[in-house]
């Protein structure tokens, strides 16, 4: 897990368990670090290939929950990024 606090981007690398039922929590602080809002990712780490992985993102305040809906993920490497929104981004 990495969080660089000059450009603001977050890393984990997360080994999937399918036994686990509840979902990755992620809190994301909106109001001290991604002001303007986020982007976020969730792929698997195949070498230096990513790859999409079929998930489900909800949301609960702050909290960005996820889990894997592919049984042949377990034992794979997830990752999770998330980077911040610029003024540029949010222009209408």
């Known amino acids: 897990m990495n969080f660089n606090t000059t ?4 890393v984990a690398n997360i080994k999937i368990d399918m036994t686990i ?23 698997e780490l195949q070498g230096e290939v990513r790859k999409d992985v079929e998930n489900s993102q909800t949301f609960d305040g702050n909290n960005l929950l996820v889990k894997v809906t592919q049984d042949n993920f377990d034992g794979h490497i997830l990752q999770i990024g998330i980077q911040p929104k610029r003024e540029l981004d949010i222009i209408e």
């Open 21 to 43: 039922e509840e979902p990755t929590v992620v809190f994301i602080p909106e109001e001290f670090w991604y002001t303007n809002g986020y982007y976020y990712d969730v792929v």
């Open 7 to 10: 450009s603001l981007f977050f």
